[in-house]
C-alpha cells in the first residue's frame, strides 16, 4: 500500500512570499489532516478535512495560511504571505474512519519549509 | 540528517536492554492514545493504539500501558536495537461528533548505544 505522498520535500522562501504545499492521502482514506511541527515539539493540527469538507480549521491562522481538498481526494496548504515564524515541517497524515471511529493516522514525510 | 528535536528529554539504553518511555496525558475525556516514531527527516510512524477500554496491548517487542486513573501512558520496547532510535511520541485522541482530534506530547528521545 503506498503510503502519504507530500511534495516538495524542502522549500525556502522569503518573508512575505507565498508558498503552497500538496499532499495525496492513501487511496480510500475519506479523512485528511494538515499538522504544523516546529523544530523540537510534537505535531500541531492545522485543519481536518473529511472528503472534501473541513471538520475542523480552529487552530489555522487564516489570515495567512488556506487549504483545499476540492474533490476529496489530493489537498493544497497555502501560505500567504509567509512569517519568519512559519518556519517549520508541514506534515499531511490520512486516516480511514468517516464519522466517529477510532482509526490510527498515518503520516508522509512532510515539506520543510525554512524562511529568510 | 536533521534532528526532529534538539531539546527533548531523552533516554539511552544499552542495545538489547529494555527501554521504558512514559507520556502524562491531559484529556481525561480522551479514548484513544497513540504511540509514533519519527526518524530524522521523516514522518511519525505509527506504532501502536489503544482504546480507553483496555489497560494493556501487545505488539511486536512493544507493549502499550495505559493507566486512566493518572492519564499516564507507557511504551515498552523489548530487546531495544539501533534502528528503535528516534524520536517517540504519545498522541491522545478525543472522538467528536465528525471525526477525531489527535494532540501529540512533547516527545522523547531514545538513544540506543551498541
Known amino acids: 500500500e503506498a503510503g502519504v505522498a507530500q511534495s516538495p520535500r524542502y522549500k525556502i522562501i522569503e518573508k512575505r512570499q507565498s508558498v503552497a504545499f500538496w499532499c495525496n492521502p492513501i487511496s480510500g482514506h475519506a479523512t485528511l489532516y494538515w499538522y504544523q511541527q516546529i523544530l523540537g515539539q510534537g505535531p500541531k493540527l492545522l485543519i481536518q478535512f473529511q472528503n472534501n469538507g473541513v471538520v475542523d480549521d480552529s487552530q489555522l491562522p487564516k489570515d495567512r495560511f488556506s487549504a483545499e481538498r476540492l474533490k476529496g481526494v489530493d489537498s493544497t496548504l497555502k501560505i500567504q504571505p509567509a512569517k519568519l515564524e512559519d518556519s517549520a515541517v508541514y506534515l499531511c497524515?490520512?486516516?480511514?474512519?468517516?464519522?466517529?471511529?477510532?482509526?490510527?493516522?498515518?503520516f508522509g514525510d512532510g515539506t520543510r519549509l525554512s524562511i529568510l | 540528517g536533521e534532528s526532529v528535536g534538539l531539546h527533548l528529554p531523552t533516554l539511552s539504553v544499552q542495545e538489547g536492554d529494555n527501554s521504558i518511555i512514559n507520556c502524562a496525558y491531559s484529556?481525561?475525556?480522551?479514548?484513544?492514545f497513540i504511540w509514533y516514531k519519527q526518524e530524522s527527516g521523516k514522518g511519525p510512524q505509527f506504532i501502536i493504539d489503544?482504546?480507553?477500554?483496555?489497560d494493556k496491548r501487545q505488539g511486536q517487542r512493544v507493549t502499550v500501558l495505559l493507566n486512566k486513573t493518572v492519564k499516564h501512558l507507557s511504551l515498552q520496547i523489548a530487546a531495544t536495537q539501533p534502528g528503535d532510535s528516534a524520536v517517540y511520541f504519545c498522541a491522545e485522541n478525543r472522538a467528536r461528533n465528525a471525526g477525531n482530534m489527535l494532540t501529540f506530547g512533547g516527545g522523547t528521545r531514545l538513544m540506543v548505544k551498541p
Open positions: 497524515a490520512s486516516s480511514l474512519e468517516g464519522q466517529g471511529g477510532n482509526q490510527p493516522q498515518h
Open positions: 489503544i482504546r480507553s477500554n483496555m
Open positions: 484529556n481525561s475525556a480522551s479514548d484513544y
